[in-house]
């Protein structure tokens, strides 16, 4: 745990899904609330998209972070600032459209119906 999810639109000039996925993976890190090796990010390109009404001209980045249950509103607050301040300083200045959302969420998962097993390799 945690599971982190990044979906960007394919209109974002630059934009390096890994670079992303490095920085946040290192920030959860750091945040003392998740071993490292339990970090699982993912990063999916989003070429059909719609932002609003308009047909062209908008994107977004959006970061969801799924978390096991009892950190409070505080760090969970914290988390997604921190998210949101690594993908802040990988993104050039224009971005590449008009307008650019950055939206990070910090979701609960269901403890009682969340299973995990981890396969060892075989020793040698």
Not at 12 to 21: E, R, S, W
Not at 24 to 51: C, P, Q, W
Not at 54 to 59: I, L, N, S, T, Y
Not at 90 to 107: K, R, Y
């Amino acid at each position: 745990m945690p599971h982190l999810t990044l979906h960007y639109t394919a209109n974002l000039a630059g934009f390096d899904a890994d670079a992303a996925l490095a920085a946040i993976n290192r920030v959860l890190a750091d945040s003392g609330h998740f071993d490292e090796v339990s970090i699982k990010s993912r990063a999916l390109r989003l070429d059909h998209y719609r932002i609003g009404t308009a047909d062209a001209g908008r994107g977004f980045v959006h970061v969801q972070l799924k978390i096991l249950p009892g950190r409070d509103a505080a760090v969970r607050a914290a988390l997604s600032q921190a998210v949101l301040d690594a993908l802040r300083t990988l993104l050039p200045a224009s971005a590449g459209a008009a307008e650019f959302q950055l939206c990070v969420e910090v979701d609960e998962i269901v403890a009682d119906v969340y299973r995990k097993h981890v396969l060892a390799p075989d020793p040698l």
